[in-house]
C-alpha cells in the first residue's frame, strides 16, 4: 500500500493542495449562509437585549448603533467575517463574555463525547459485524441483522433517559450528572462519560457491522479467499489477515460520515445528559435568544463537520490507492 | 417488419422500457416471501389504523387531566398508565402516532418531490444548471442534518408544519443524488432517444420516460427516510423545537416523562417504545425492499 503511496507522492499532493484550497470557497458561503439564516430570525436583537418592556427609542437606536445594526447588511457580514478571521466569534448578548472563551471551553467535552463513541462504537461494531459476516449459522446472522436493525431505530435521547433510569437511578453504577475534565481525573472523566458515549454509539455501532457484515459476505467468495483456505490458512487467519483488510476499507468511509453526523446526534445526548458542551450551549443560546451564540456555534460545529468529512476522504484515498483522485 | 412500421405510421407512442424492475405481481410475492418485510409491513399497518383511528380508541381525550390519579401504573383504568397531570399515556401514544406519521409523511413527501425533480432536471438537463443545482445541494451536505434542522426552526418558529419543513428541507438534497445519478444513464438510452427524436417535449420525456426508470431507489430510499424521519421529529419535538404543548408528540412526552422519571417511569418508557416501534418496522420494510430490488446497492445508514 505504501508503495502505491510513494509512487503517486506528487499526485497525492496536488490532490490535497487542491482539497485544502476548496475548503476556502466552501467555508466562505457557509458563513454567508449562516449569517443570512441569523439575520432571517424574526425579532429585534437590540430589543432582545434592552428586554422587552424598554421601548425607549434613544436606547434602542444607541444599542443598534453599538451592535454595528443600523450599517447596511453587508457591511455589517463584511465586519463579522473581519472579526471572525481574527478568531472573535463576537460577544455574547445575555452574559457579555467573549463567544470565542464560551466556545473553547464547551467544545472539548463535544469532542471527548464524539471520540470516545466513535471509539466504542468501532469496538462494538467490528466484532458483531465480523460474527454476522463469518458465522455458518443462518439464524445466528438473522438475529445479528434485526439485532443491528433494532439498534438503528432507537431514539438518543430515549436510550439516554433509559441508562439514566437503569444504571444511576436503580443501580448506581454510574454517578449522575457529573463531569470532570480528562486531564484531571481521567479515570472518573471516563467513567463519567461512558454512558453518554455509548448512547450515541449504539446507532453508528450498528451502522459499522451492518457494512462490515455486507463487506465481509461481499469478499467472501473472492479467490485470493479460496487460495488462502488451500494453503490450509487457519480460519481465524483467513478472516483476520484477507477478508477483514479488505473489507474494512468502505468502513473507514462509514466511520467518517459517523463521526460527522455525532457532531450533531451530540446535542440530543448532551441535553439528556446534561453535558456542557457546544451541543447544549448551542440549545440554551435559543432559549435566551442569544442568536450571535447560536450563530457562532453553528458556523463552528458546521466547520467542523466540513473538515472531518476531508480527513475521511483523505484517509480513503490513502488506505485505496487505486481510488483515482476524482 | 410490418408491425414495426405500423408503429412508427400511426404514431403509437414509445413504451416505457423498465429494465431492472421487477413487475408489480412480481414485486409483491418477493415481499410476501420475505418475513422482515411482512414483519414490518404488518406492524406499519396496525400503527397506521390506530393512528387514524385515534379519537375513536383513545379512551380519554388527550388533554384531559385526572387530578387524582396521578402516575398511575400501568394497567386497570389506565392501560398504559397516567402522567404528571394524570393525562391517559394510551390515548397520548395514539395522538402522539398521529404527528409523527403525519410529520413523516409530509416531510419524506415533500422531499421526495422537490428532491427527484430537482436532481432529474439536473441529470437531464446537464450543464451549467446541473452544475448550480449540484453545488448547491452539496452546501446544503456540508451541514450537521439535526443542526440544519434545528436553524430552520428557529428562523421560522416551532411547530408541527416547521417541522415538516425543516426535515423536508434537510432531506432535499438526498433525494436529489438519489434520481440524479441514475437519470445520467438513462438519458442516453436508444429509448429517451428516441421519445425526444419524436419530438416530445422535455418534461414529457422526463415524466414518461426518465422517472419510471429511476423510481426504484427513490422509493426504497423514502421507506429509509421515513424511519429517520420519525426519529428526527421525535428528537426535534424532545429538543422543544417541534410540537409544542399540550399537544401530544411522542417526542415531548419523553421529554416531560424524563423530569419525574425517579418517581414513575412509565410515561418515558411508553412513548420511546412507540418510536422504536414505528422506526423499526419502516426499517424492516426498508432493508427487505433494498435486499429484493438491489442487492448490491449499499445504504449507507445515519441516524439523526
New interface residues.
Partial sequence: MLRFARNDNSEMQRYLAQRLLLLIPVLFVISLLVFSLMHLIPGDPAQAILGFENTDPAQLAAVRRDLGLDRPVYVQYARWLGRLLTGNLGTSVRTGRPITTLVAEALPFTIELAVYSIALAVLIGIPVGTLAGTTSSRWADAGMQTLTLLGLSLPAFWVGAMFILLFSVYLRWFPVLTYTALLDAPLANLRGFFLPALTLAIPNAAAIARMVRASLVSVRREEYVKVARAKGLSEWRVVRAHMLKNALIPVVTLIGIVAGYLLGGAIVVEQVFAIPGVGRLGLQAIVQRDYPVLQAVVLVVTALFVLVNLLVDLIYVFLDPRIRYA | MSSSIRVYATRKPVRAYRPAAPRTATLFMLVCRSP?AVVGLLILATIAAAATMAPHLAPYPVTEMHPSDRFAPPGGKYALGTDFFGRDLLSRVLFGYRTSLLVAVMSVGFALVCGSALGMSAGYIGGALDTTLMRAM??LF??????LA???V??L?AGTLTTVLAIGIVYVPIFARIARAPTLVVREHAYVEAARALGQRTLRVIARHVLPNISTPIFVQATINL?TAI?FE??LS????GTQPPYPSL?LM??E??NY??LS?WP??F??LA??LA??SF??VG?ALQEILDPRL?Q?????
Avoid: C, H, M, Y
Fill in positions: 422482515k452539496d452546501i456540508a451541514f450537521p442534518v439535526l443542526l434545528i436553524t430552520i428557529v428562523v418558529g424511519a426519529l421525535s428528537a424532545f429538543l422543544g423545537l417526542g419523553v421529554s416523562g424524563r422519571i425517579e417511569p418515558t418508557v412513548p420511546g418510536i422504536v422506526v423499526l426499517n424492516l432493508d449499499r449507507t445508514w445515519v441516524s439523526s
